[in-house]
Nanobody, 126 residues
Framework: QVQLVESGGGLVQAGGSLSLSCAAS????????MGWFRQAPGKEREFVAC??????????HYADSVKGRFTISRDNAKNTIYLQMNSLKSEDTAVYYC?????????????????WGQGTQVTVSS
């Protein structure tokens, strides 16, 4: 089992910045990839960003809607990933979920991940 705990959500004005964190515990050594997804009211959960979690290098993918504004990073020593969100827009308002998986390939769909955090609310006021 892997436990994921997100933190860092909140309320921010449009154009502002927020940083999210996700700490993994339990069988964290089994994790190969981690990602961020979000879900707005009445909408399906959508991919935001993901990062491979093994090796000396890392691979990242971003949704087109956040490219150039969001940055995902990791600290393997702390079993933690981060999401730096800049130039926030009202359409970024959602509950943000951290996810982890053990697939050999970095995936951008929810089924590619096995464990999920409880979510953290991000609200961007216009």
């Amino acid at each position: 089992q892997v436990q994921l705990v997100e933190s860092g959500g909140g309320l921010v004005q449009a154009g502002g910045s927020l940083s999210l964190s996700c700490a993994a515990s339990g069988r964290a050594a089994s994790i190969t990839n981690m990602g961020w997804f979000r879900q707005a009211p009445g909408k399906e959960r959508e991919f935001v960003a993901c990062i491979s979690s093994t090796g000396t290098g890392s691979t990242t993918h971003y949704a087109d809607s956040v490219k150039g504004r969001f940055t995902i990073s990791r600290d393997n020593a702390k079993n933690t990933i981060y999401l730096q969100m800049n130039s926030l827009k009202s359409e970024d308002t959602a509950v943000y979920y951290c996810a982890s998986g053990d697939r050999p390939v970095l995936l951008t769909v929810p089924v590619g991940y096995d464990y999920w955090g409880q979510g953290t609310q991000v609200t961007v006021s216009s």
